[in-house]
């Protein structure tokens, strides 16, 4: 299985700064990467796929990068809103998997 | 727009049994493979078991493989998951997804499941 491990662990940022969040697969999955919101008590929302294509309606602060093994998404600009746990998951190889999830809070 | 409402969770004791349906609204459910993926209170993503768009094709995680069946009515945009012989580390929030090897585009608002006696 392709173990996906996030890092680094909890964050605490504050407004308009920058958070670089990071996701390293044990087996190369190429590009076949994605990035997930999860609010509190709301379902996980798609992000970005492709490693760098943004999913319709999310903001151009949101930015994806990697290939291979090591992935990073970068939250431009941050705003209270952006609260939440960040979950990387790939598609590359089967089966598919998740990252253990990053905790962004904004204060 | 496109929605998926799961719904038939609950509580049910250990060695039980539940059916869990996900009905899609907003693009066409026969052309996508679909997925339930699942969340153990306070825990990260699972995935549990996926459905081809023509039913041709499934697979499940190891930890569920033999106790749960994956199932489609393309004719009623639905999706189903009947869980057996369910353990408390079964307990969780069930999501089902569209997708399959790709990402998972929309999801539904998830369903809770606990597994106690």
């Known amino acids: 299985e392709n173990v996906l491990t996030q890092s680094p662990g909890p964050l605490s940022l504050s407004p308009g700064d920058t958070a670089t969040l990071s996701c390293r697969a044990s087996q190369s999955v190429n590009t076949h990467l994605a990035w997930y919101q999860q609010k509190l008590r709301q379902a996980p929302r798609l992000l970005i796929y492709a490693a760098s294509s943004r999913a319709p309606g999310i903001p151009d602060r949101f930015s994806g990068s990697g290939s291979g093994t090591d992935f990073t998404l970068t939250i431009s600009r941050l705003e209270p809103e952006d609260s939440a746990v960040y979950y990387c998951?790939?598609?590359?190889?089967?089966?598919?998997?998740f990252g253990q999830g990053t905790k962004l809070e904004i204060k | 727009q496109v929605q998926l409402v799961e719904s038939g969770g609950g509580l049910v004791k250990p060695g039980g049994s539940l059916r869990l349906s996900c009905v899609v609204s907003g693009f066409s459910f026969r052309d996508f493979h679909m997925s339930w993926i699942r969340q153990a209170p306070g825990k990260g993503l699972e995935w549990v078991s996926y459905?081809?768009?023509?039913?041709?094709?499934?697979d499940y995680a190891d930890s569920v493989k033999g106790r749960f069946a994956i199932s489609r009515d393309n004719a009623k945009s639905s999706l189903f998951l009947e869980m057996n012989s369910l353990r408390p580390e079964d307990t969780a929030v069930y999501y089902c997804?569209?997708?399959?090897?790709?990402?998972?585009?929309?999801w539904g608002q998830g369903v809770m499941v606990t597994v106690s006696s």
């Open positions: 459905i081809s768009a023509g039913s041709l094709n499934i």
């Open positions: 998951q790939q598609y590359g190889s089967s089966p598919q998997s």
């Open positions: 997804a569209k997708g399959w090897e790709t990402q998972f585009d929309f």
